[in-house]
């Protein structure tokens, strides 16, 4: 079957760096995606890997590994706005989104 | 970012009725869409996929005849919550992509609650 895991909930400090891990496996790999929501909010993309690496944009980094079925998304500087849950979700070989239950991410002044 | 536009944000309806839920693509057309449900403090559960122009492909579990989903053109889909009751009250979501190898864009939500 399908299965993507992260963590269920970490909690970090403002200011400090925080990684948030997936890991995948599915029928295929289209690529990855990185999702941040707010309570009550929908959805705002924040990444897309599709090959090996760290891709960086702004606070906010994701690294692929393909062969080891893995990912993360590195946040800096901490700030207490980025409090959010962060979704993880792969595209599979048919091009369906599959979905991980989500990191809620706590931030401590 | 590509803007998807979900109306409406929230919406109280009695038992028994049916309340219709937009969710447009503004600046681009979308080939697919998807609708999720949102249960508080759950993750996102995928309803049922719509190809514009062919039938809805609904989850196991989701009862198309409950859930009507068209999407009748690239820019528009509609899903109908038909004869609601309260355990439909949740947290509506439609996305949107222009390419299957795309983000997809997520419309503001709606938050439903039958009374």
């Known amino acids: 079957g399908q299965n993507i895991d992260q963590p269920t909930e970490m909690t970090a400090t403002e200011g400090a760096i925080v990684q948030i891990n997936c890991t995948y496996q599915?029928?295929?790999?289209?690529?990855l995606f990185w999702y941040q929501q707010h309570a009550g909010e929908a959805p705002t993309f924040l990444s897309y890997?599709?090959l090996d690496g760290l891709e960086e944009k702004g606070r906010f980094s994701s690294f692929l590994s393909r062969s080891k079925g893995y990912s993360y998304l590195l946040l800096k500087e901490l700030q207490m706005k980025d409090s959010a849950s962060y979704l993880c979700?792969?595209?599979?070989?048919?091009?369906?989104?599959?979905w991980g239950a989500g990191t809620k991410l706590i931030i401590k002044p | 970012g590509a803007v998807v536009s979900q109306h409406p944000s929230w919406v109280i309806c009695k038992s028994g009725t049916s309340v219709k839920i937009e969710c447009r693509s503004l600046?681009?057309?979308?080939?697919?869409m998807f609708w999720y449900r949102q249960f508080p403090k759950q993750s996102l559960m995928l309803m049922a996929t719509?190809?514009?122009?062919?039938?809805?492909?609904?989850e196991q579990g989701v009862e198309k005849d409950k859930f009507l989903i068209n999407h009748a053109s690239l820019t528009l889909s509609t899903l109908t919550v038909t004869s609601a009751h309260p355990e439909d009250s949740s947290f509506y979501i439609c996305?949107?992509?222009?390419?299957?190898?795309?983000?997809?864009?997520f419309g503001q939500g709606t938050r439903l609650t039958v009374v």
């Open positions: 996305s949107a992509r222009s390419g299957r190898d795309t983000e997809a864009f």
């Open positions: 600046d681009f057309q979308a080939t697919t």
């Open positions: 719509s190809n514009e122009g062919s039938k809805a492909t609904y």
């Open positions: 599915t029928s295929g790999f289209n690529g």
């Open positions: 890997n599709v």
């Open positions: 979700a792969v595209l599979d070989s048919n091009y369906q989104l599959i």
